[in-house]
């Protein structure tokens, strides 16, 4: 069974530019994951969702990040205009409606100077 | 904000010892998750135990969960270089019983196995 797909791998911008994140989830899996991974954290949900509507985003800073779910499938992460701050390995997860074990994608380290 | 906190955040102990790692929440939960991240990977599934069980094994690992003390353990025996890893716990900290909750990591124990 093919992984969790994530791309780019690895991604340098400004501060300012605008970044876009591709996640190809497991076939069949309902739910998909985007998480935030600082350097020496554990991973923060962004968002959640459930084929196409989102369930949870009280984690994203919705004033630079947006997400979407087409189709129910494939999702990509946006970041518009980067900070700083945002320099992470954002990993994307996904898991089948009923059951609670998630798998996680390879992830994208982004560095922001 | 972060659910779990893993103690000690890390280890280091040589090939063929245990190894004890613990995690400490905050809230009520239904399930509480252990995840494997190695260096530059993603992170992996280790193992659920379920809030009306106390302990679970799955091949060299053992976890236990007291939700009296809102605290969990993770046992590695006999560990080999390839356990060499952070470790994560996670906990849904939600009151559905359904699938998919919301996952509260915590800072994660950072392990090191010495040849």
């Known amino acids: 069974e093919a992984g969790v797909a994530q791309s780019p791998r690895y991604k340098i911008i400004e501060k300012r530019q605008s970044v876009a994140f591709w996640c190809n989830p497991i076939s069949g899996h309902a739910t998909l994951y985007w998480y935030q991974q600082i350097l020496g954290q554990g991973p923060k949900l962004l968002i959640q969702f459930q084929n196409n509507g989102v369930v949870d985003d009280s984690q994203l800073p919705k004033d630079r990040f947006s997400a979407e779910r087409l189709k129910g499938v494939d999702s990509t992460l946006k970041i518009q205009p980067a900070k700083l701050e945002d320099s992470a390995v954002y990993l994307c997860a996904s898991s089948l409606e009923t059951e609670y074990e998630q798998y996680f994608g390879p992830g994208t380290r982004l560095t922001v100077t | 904000s972060q659910q779990g906190e893993e103690d000690p955040q890390a280890l280091s102990i040589q090939e063929g010892e245990n190894a004890t790692m613990n995690c400490s929440y905050k809230?009520?939960?239904?399930?509480l998750q252990w995840y494997r991240q190695n260096s530059g990977r993603g992170l992996v599934h280790l193992i659920l135990?379920?809030?009306?069980?106390r302990e679970k094994h799955s091949g060299r690992l053992r976890v236990t969960l007291d939700t009296s003390k809102k605290s969990s353990s993770l046992l590695i025996t006999a560990s080999r270089a390839a356990d060499t890893a952070s470790y994560f716990c996670?906990?849904?900290?939600?009151?559905?019983?359904?699938?998919?909750?919301?996952?509260?990591f915590g800072t994660g124990t950072r392990l090191t196995i010495i040849p």
């Open positions: 135990i379920r809030s009306n069980e």
């Open positions: 996670a906990t849904d900290g939600s009151l559905s019983n359904f699938g998919n909750e919301k996952l509260t």
């Open positions: 809230t009520s939960i239904n399930n």
